[in-house]
């Protein structure tokens, strides 16, 4: 994996948890806190992971952490906000940030899925589908989320959403 490739995907997570500690330190509603906190974490260890590919090139042993309780807990708090039917009051900044995130994950997906057709190393092109999986679950969970704060009538449970499953 040429170090150019290692370092746009590590540059690109760490902007991904960037943004979701900036969306975490905005939100005032503690589900949504708690939801850009988690995501933020998973991006992290992303570029960790990501990272650490120059360091065992040999054994080519990285894995990505898996938190599938993470993932529940976020499908859960999501399904509790939705039961709540509460209003969500979100400036429209924050909610064009929601956006933004949202259309750098599709941009994320789709730029590691390319990278894996082109990549001839098995390990970072099994990473690279990985990464690109998780950042469609990522997309279609960030998309829910928007069209929950913009569109509140709308049920969470839906198609789209079972997508942030892994």
Excluded at 60 to 74: A, F, G, M, Q, R
Excluded at 134 to 153: Q, V
Aim: proline letters at 3%.
């Amino acid at each position: 994996m040429g170090k150019s490739i290692q370092n746009i995907v590590v540059e690109k997570e760490k902007k991904m948890e960037q943004l979701y500690q900036q969306l975490a330190l905005e939100s005032e509603h503690p589900g949504l806190k708690n939801i850009f906190t988690m995501l933020a974490k998973m991006e992290g260890e992303h570029a960790v992971a990501f990272g650490d590919m120059s360091e065992h090139a040999q054994s080519k042993t990285v894995e990505v952490d898996k938190e599938p309780l993470e993932e529940e807990n976020i499908k859960k708090i999501l399904v509790g906000m939705k039961n709540s039917n509460e209003i969500f009051d979100i400036p429209t900044s924050q909610k064009n940030l929601f956006k933004a995130v949202r259309d750098f994950e599709k941009e994320n997906e789709l730029f590691y899925s390319e990278m894996a057709k082109k990549e001839p190393d098995k390990a970072t092109k099994e990473l690279l589908l990985e990464f690109a999986k998780e950042e469609k679950g990522h997309y279609y969970l960030m998309n829910d989320l928007y069209e929950m704060i913009s569109a509140p009538d709308r049920t969470i449970e839906n198609a789209e959403f079972n997508q942030i499953e892994r």
